[in-house]
C-alpha cells in the first residue's frame, strides 16, 4: 500500500515540477511549429489546386461582371459552333447541332439536373425557365436522329432551326 502511496506522491510532485514545466512548454512548441506548418501547406494546396480558383475566383468574376463564370468561354464556343453553318457542308451543319446538344446538356448539368441526355432531363425536369420548350426537344430529336441513324439528311434550314432553339433555351438559363 505504501509504494503505490508513494507513486501516487512522486506522480504529484513530477506535475508539479519545473521539469514538467519545461517539458509541457517544449511540446507547445513542438504543436504549434506544427499547427503552423499544417496551415502553411494547406494554403499551398489551395493554391496550387484548382478549388479556390473555381470557387473562389470564380464567384468573385460572376460577382463584378454580372454573368455566369463561363459564360465568356461558351459565348467564345457558341460563335465557332455558329460559324460552321457557313462551311457548307452537311458534315459540319451535324457537328454543329451535336455539340449546341452537349452545351445544352452541359449546362443542365452544372445546374444540377441528374439526366444523363438532355431528352431525360427535357422529360423528367420542370424547366420553367425556358420559353420554349417544345422547339428545343424539337432539336433534341434531330440531333438524336444524326446520332443514331447515319443517312439522316439535315439541311441548312434545319440546322439553323435547331441552333436557334439551342441559343433561345441558353439564353433563357443565362449560359451567355
Known amino acids: 500500500m505504501e509504494?503505490?502511496?508513494n507513486f501516487i506522491k512522486d506522480f504529484i510532485l513530477f506535475f508539479n515540477s519545473s521539469a514538467f514545466e519545461s517539458l509541457i512548454l517544449y511540446i507547445k512548441i513542438a504543436f504549434?511549429?506544427?499547427g503552423l506548418?499544417?496551415?502553411a501547406f494547406i494554403v499551398f494546396a489551395l493554391i496550387r489546386s484548382s478549388w479556390l480558383k473555381f470557387y473562389a475566383l470564380y464567384d468573385a468574376a460572376e460577382f463584378f461582371n454580372y454573368r455566369p463564370a463561363g459564360a465568356k468561354k461558351m459565348e467564345k464556343d457558341w460563335k465557332k459552333n455558329i460559324a460552321r453553318l457557313d462551311s457548307g457542308l452537311e458534315s459540319e451543319y451535324k457537328l454543329a447541332v451535336i455539340e449546341a446538344d452537349n452545351a445544352m446538356n452541359d449546362v443542365l448539368?452544372?445546374?444540377?439536373?441528374?439526366?444523363?441526355?438532355?431528352a431525360e432531363n427535357l422529360d423528367k425536369a420542370n424547366l420553367t425557365a425556358l420559353s420554349d420548350i417544345e422547339n428545343l426537344r424539337a432539336?433534341?430529336?434531330?440531333r438524336?436522329?444524326?446520332?443514331?441513324n447515319p443517312d439522316y439528311k439535315l439541311s441548312l434550314e434545319d440546322a439553323k432551326k435547331s441552333l436557334a432553339a439551342y441559343e433561345k433555351a441558353l439564353r433563357d438559363l443565362d449560359a451567355f
Open 3 to 5: 509504494t503505490i502511496e
Open 32 to 34: 504549434f511549429i506544427f
Open 37 to 39: 506548418s499544417a496551415v
Open 109 to 118: 448539368k452544372k445546374m444540377g439536373y441528374p439526366g444523363a441526355s438532355l
Open 139 to 142: 432539336a433534341n430529336q434531330i
Open 144 to 148: 438524336n436522329s444524326i446520332v443514331h
